[in-house]
């Protein structure tokens, strides 16, 4: 899954990346307006942590200018906790709303719900031929067994279950996967798909030659 | 019945009541004086006619021999002792000599109280009247009978009267019917009054409940007022610029907390962030190292926001302010550019020291504050390798402190409002080099309660100057 996180304050902001990313996120981070709203428009993000408050354009500007192109779902962090601020977001197009002081387990729950229900579903626990994926934990079971995935991998299995009977291409899967500051090739998906298949069965993930990876 | 008397419109409708009372109570006694005189007046005319008449009767039945000569007294006695024939008498003298109840009675004496002729009509025990010192006639009413007392020079005393007791119930009744006039006269007035109390009132009582509904809160509220200009509209004026000032001043503290509690959120969330991400999984020393570095700037961040308030606070207060004292902010000026060279060899910024001697008498500290708040200010927000100039001097002003830098200046759109509580140019927090948004604003604070003023001029460069007069 990939976040976009705006936040003008730099240890705020350093903070969430950092957490989210340890939550096996890939995460992008913007300063301000101008570079969030450039950023959000170029890529089809999970999910975006916007700030209240920024410089230059603010986050309820930000918010009314991207739904002219894009659906993304939006979480609004502001300092204000006003009536007329949270109606204020809600109606410019935020998905879901929190406020500072927030608890960073409470983000990453609301995270998870906004990502599920943009992909249609309404549970945390997904199960595929018996394969368990719990998205609230990040953790698989196959036949009540734990399946010790690396990161990339888990997200490699959640963004296809979530997207369970689509075709996901390449370049989908490399822009979900990866963040901005990876450079890492995109041959190494396949090393990725191929470990998946050798820990949950080779059917698994099927591959569409020419089109992408899915989960039927 | 205290709270009664304490209403206005009930103590204005008394002391009405009370006015209205004596002039009309005046007025119907006036009246009833006035009637009363009149009927005695009337009375008093109706029984001189009458002895006239008695006379002319008396000497026309018998003539005098002489037409144009006056009777004399013993003639007079003569006649009094005999009238004559009561035919011979005009008919409304007739019971003068029959008898009976009512009409003018006529008594006559001599001079030794003998009397000479005592009419049929008049009443029982009638005495001759008390003679008089000067000899002059009097009216005397006694018994429901007004009677004409006189003693004439020779002894001859007489009375003339009739009974009052009818124009006495008469007068009773128009006494009566004034004093039920006079009544009616007065409730209606007080209804008037009440009437008129209450409209007079009515505006005051609509300005009360308005203030009342804008005390309880509801501020945007005005006091309707009518353009007429009399004294309740110039009230209306008078409290509704209050209430502005009022609202505007609430409307302030309101962002003002706002504002503080919005900069703290933000470190406190860095701290609540940062410590959960440290707890949720063993890490490296380093990590954990970097984390409490993390935490540690944001606490320093709400530290030197919570003293700023604390400096703002205590300058909102009178009452904290320490004594003036002669101090030269030359001196100031010295030692805190010294404590802040480390932060301009940081920025790489000179510090051009212009000096002069500029005594005032202010509390050092908070002066210090000013020009420290000025200088960190010059020193962060310019590119390196900027020249910052320190300024003291005492000119036809006052004594002026300018702290002026070459940098790229504000753009004028921020410049009203750069003095703002937790007003930043950029709109953005950028809380980073330590800056809270309150120290310009605490600056201003501080010259104004030093009776002094603070402005700022950008254009190529900006100028801060503070001038105590």
Request: proline share 5%; net charge negative; hydrophobic share 40%.
């Amino acid at each position: 899954m990939r976040l976009l996180v705006i936040e003008d304050d730099p240890l705020l902001l350093h903070s969430l990346s950092e957490g989210l990313r340890e939550e096996l996120y890939a995460v992008d981070t913007a300063a301000d307006g101008e570079e969030g709203l450039g950023k959000a428009r170029e890529t089809d993000y999970d999910c975006i942590v916007l700030d209240g408050m920024l410089p230059g354009i603010d986050g309820w500007e930000l918010l009314a200018r991207l739904r002219r192109e894009k659906k993304t779902p939006v979480l609004m962090l502001t300092a204000r906790d006003a009536v007329p601020d949270r109606i204020r977001g809600l109606d410019a197009g935020a998905d879901d709303y929190l406020t500072k002081p927030f608890d960073f387990e409470e983000l990453l729950a609301r995270l998870r719900a906004l990502i599920r229900r943009s992909s249609g579903l309404g549970a945390s626990l997904l199960n595929i031929d018996g394969v368990e994926i719990d998205t609230a934990a990040r953790l698989v079971r196959s036949g009540g067994e734990i399946v010790s995935l690396t990161p990339r991998e888990y997200g490699l299995v959640e963004y296809l279950a979530l997207h369970r009977g689509s075709v996901v291409s390449r370049t989908e899967l490399y822009e979900h996967l990866f963040d901005e500051s990876d450079d890492t090739l995109s041959n190494l998906l396949d090393v990725h798909v191929s470990n998946v298949r050798k820990k949950l069965g080779a059917g698994f993930i099927s591959t569409r030659r020419g089109h992408g990876y899915s989960i039927e | 019945m205290k709270l009664l008397f304490q209403s206005v419109r009930w103590r204005l409708l008394l002391w009405y009541a009370l006015i209205l009372l004596c002039l009309i109570a005046g007025l119907c006694l006036l009246a009833f004086r006035l009637t009363s005189n009149d009927r005695t007046f009337q009375i008093d005319r109706e029984i001189r006619g009458f002895q006239g008449t008695f006379f002319r009767a008396l000497f026309a039945s018998r003539p005098l021999p002489n037409k144009n000569d006056l009777p004399s007294f013993d003639e007079i006695r003569d006649r009094l002792r005999n009238p004559g024939e009561v035919s011979s008498f005009p008919p409304e003298l007739h019971a003068l000599f029959e008898g009976g109840n009512g009409g003018i009675y006529l008594a006559f004496w001599d001079s030794d109280g003998s009397p000479l002729f005592i009419s049929a009509n008049a009443p029982a025990k009638l005495c001759p009247p008390k003679p008089n010192n000067d000899g002059s006639t009097q009216y005397i009413e006694k018994f429901n009978r007004r009677e004409h007392h006189r003693t004439n020079p020779t002894g001859i005393s007489s009375i003339v009267g009739r009974d009052i007791s009818e124009e006495k119930k008469e007068l009773r009744n128009t006494g009566l019917l004034l004093a039920l006039g006079g009544g009616v006269l007065w409730l209606a007035g007080l209804g008037g009054g009440w009437w008129l109390a209450g409209r007079a009132l009515k505006p005051i009582d609509t300005i009360g409940r308005t203030a009342s509904r804008i005390a309880a809160g509801n501020l945007d509220e005005r006091i309707q007022i009518a353009n007429t200009d009399n004294e309740l509209d110039r009230l209306g004026h008078v409290l509704n610029d209050t209430f502005e000032r009022l609202s505007a001043a609430i409307e302030r503290q309101k962002r003002f907390t706002a504002d503080a509690s919005h900069e703290l959120r933000t470190p406190v969330t860095i701290i609540l962030s940062e410590t959960q991400r440290a707890l949720k999984r063993e890490r490296e020393p380093e990590q954990y190292r970097e984390i409490l570095g993390n935490c540690r700037t944001a606490a320093e961040r709400m530290r030197a926001l919570v003293e700023s308030l604390l400096v703002l606070a205590r300058q909102d207060l009178p009452a904290s302010r320490t004594e003036p004292v002669a101090c030269d902010l030359a001196d100031i000026a010295t030692g805190v550019a010294d404590l802040l060279q480390p932060l301009a060899d940081e920025h790489s910024i000179t510090v051009k020291r212009e000096l002069s001697p500029a005594p005032l008498k202010g509390d050092p500290h908070s002066l210090a504050m000013v020009v420290q708040n000025l200088l960190s200010n010059a020193l962060v927000h310019p590119p390196s390798g900027s020249t910052v100039v320190l300024k003291t001097s005492v000119n036809g002003d006052g004594t002026v402190l300018e702290v002026s830098d070459n940098g790229p200046g504000i753009a004028a759109e921020h410049l009203p409002r750069l003095f703002d509580r937790f007003y930043r140019g950029d709109s953005a927090r950028g809380q980073i080099n330590g800056h809270t948004g309150l120290g310009l604003a605490i600056a201003k604070t501080i010259v104004e309660n030093h009776g002094g003023r603070i402005e700022v001029t950008s254009d190529k460069g900006t100028s801060f100057r503070a001038v105590f007069p």
